[in-house]
């Protein structure tokens, strides 16, 4: 081999190793959310851009997301840098498998997202990155039969149902409005909101005496509701048509109704029971893996995406709301501001008590719904009673987790395998 070939050989394989750092120099985040195509390309352009360390953002399915970080947790060693995803994933990782983040001196705005966030540790395994969730919207000409003394952003179940009582009364027919239409989502509704709030459980409290106080508020709130919810999907339809003056909903499913006629409807938390104020959150985080190739980077960026203007810039890229105190500007949509409002009331309130999305079910997840469905048309529609019917609901329940080997998610304690029935 001449001189020129061993020169060029050692000067070639010295520029492949510069390349190859260049190549890493970008901090890679791995996340499951702000897949689809624009979502991601504004993730990129819009959000990420303005880090100054460079971000190399790689949106993947669950299941490609947990192979490839599986495989560099076991290898030991890896290139992803941050990670983004739902509080699901993250509360079934090992929390010895993610970076103790304390030291950032960064958290969400709500005590209780950053109690989830430290995943039965005494450390913040993920920082609470954005949220979406599950609202309440009112005509405003329903204000006036607001119960003397309540508090619209701070409702109990016992005012809604007298509001809702109220405005029967006053107008000759029930406006309250329930998605409980085949595309509706009520099961949402009995597992995060009405459960937490009356049983501070969804599983392990399914059939308590908790829950038939529960049932019994509800069905004297179904006692002014208006009979063809049974019809209804999307409550945004049924608040324009005057359907409905007060209702439940996700925040998307409100949109249109806050976008056609900004003026006419208002938007507020959930409403409280006597174990706080249900909600279920859709809460994303960020974390570090421990196989992080550039520690440094790697936390600066998370410190990054709480910052108040990546906080709003998620916003505008992906419709998840901030997790941090923030103004939001007067030029987004009429409905985002109305729902983003109502989402940092609810979940910054001193009574929030989160009802998470179910996690490790697997292909049960259609089958754990129904049995909310289930015991939601029995009692309610059907009129059976209450205790009969948990009782019977119970072990359908119960089959449902030992199948799968779902462990007990928020509120529900912990659980060693699968989470209890009681």
Not at 72 to 79: C, D, F, N, R, T
């Amino acid at each position: 081999m001449t001189l020129f070939s061993k020169t060029f050989g050692a000067a070639s394989a010295i520029a492949m190793s510069c390349a190859a750092v260049a190549a890493q120099a970008d901090v890679l985040f791995w996340s499951t959310q702000a897949r689809p195509a624009e979502e991601a390309q504004a993730m990129t352009e819009q959000v990420l851009s303005g880090f100054a360390g460079g971000v190399d953002y790689q949106p993947n399915e669950g299941g490609p997301w947990l192979t490839r970080l599986q495989a560099e947790l076991q290898a030991g060693s890896g290139s992803i840098g941050v990670l983004g995803s739902l509080h699901g994933d993250f509360s079934a990782m090992n929390p010895d498998d993610l970076v103790d983040l304390d030291d950032l001196g960064v958290s969400s705005a709500s005590a209780t997202f950053n109690t989830l966030a430290k995943l039965g540790t005494d450390n913040m395994q993920y920082i609470p990155w954005m949220q979406a969730s599950y609202i309440m919207a009112a005509n405003k000409e329903a204000l006036q039969y607001l119960p003397e003394g309540a508090d619209i952003d701070a409702l109990t179940y016992d005012q809604l149902i007298e509001w809702s009582a109220n405005v029967h009364e006053a107008v000759g027919e029930p406006k309250f409005g329930f998605p409980a239409g085949p595309k509706g989502l009520k099961h949402r509704f009995f597992q995060g909101y009405l459960y937490p709030s009356y049983t501070n459980g969804v599983v392990r409290t399914f059939a308590s005496d908790e829950a038939v106080t529960a049932w019994e508020a509800f069905k004297s709130l179904w006692e002014h509701t208006n009979p063809a919810s049974t019809n209804f999907s999307f409550m945004q339809e049924q608040l324009l048509s005057g359907d409905a003056w007060i209702v439940f909903d996700h925040t998307s499913r409100l949109a249109q109704a806050f976008n056609d006629r900004p003026d006419d409807f208002v938007a507020f938390p959930a409403p409280a029971g006597p174990t706080g104020r249900g909600f279920m959150p859709v809460l994303a985080g960020v974390a570090i893996p421990r196989t992080a190739p550039d520690m440094d980077a790697a936390k600066e960026l998370v410190k990054y995406m709480l910052d108040p203007a990546t906080q709003i810039a998620t916003l505008r890229a992906t419709n998840f709301f901030p997790v941090v105190d923030v103004a939001l500007p007067e030029d987004l949509p009429p409905s985002v501001k109305a729902a983003g409002d109502a989402v940092a009331k609810m979940s910054g309130s001193a009574d929030a008590n989160p009802g998470l999305l179910p996690a490790g079910l697997g292909d049960k997840g259609g089958d754990f719904s129904q049995v909310f469905v289930d015991t939601f048309e029995r009692i309610v529609l059907a009129n059976q009673d209450i205790r009969l019917v948990l009782d019977d609901q119970k072990g359908k329940l119960a089959a449902i987790m030992q199948e799968s080997g779902a462990p007990c998610w928020a509120p529900d304690a912990a659980s060693d395998g699968p989470c209890p029935v009681e």
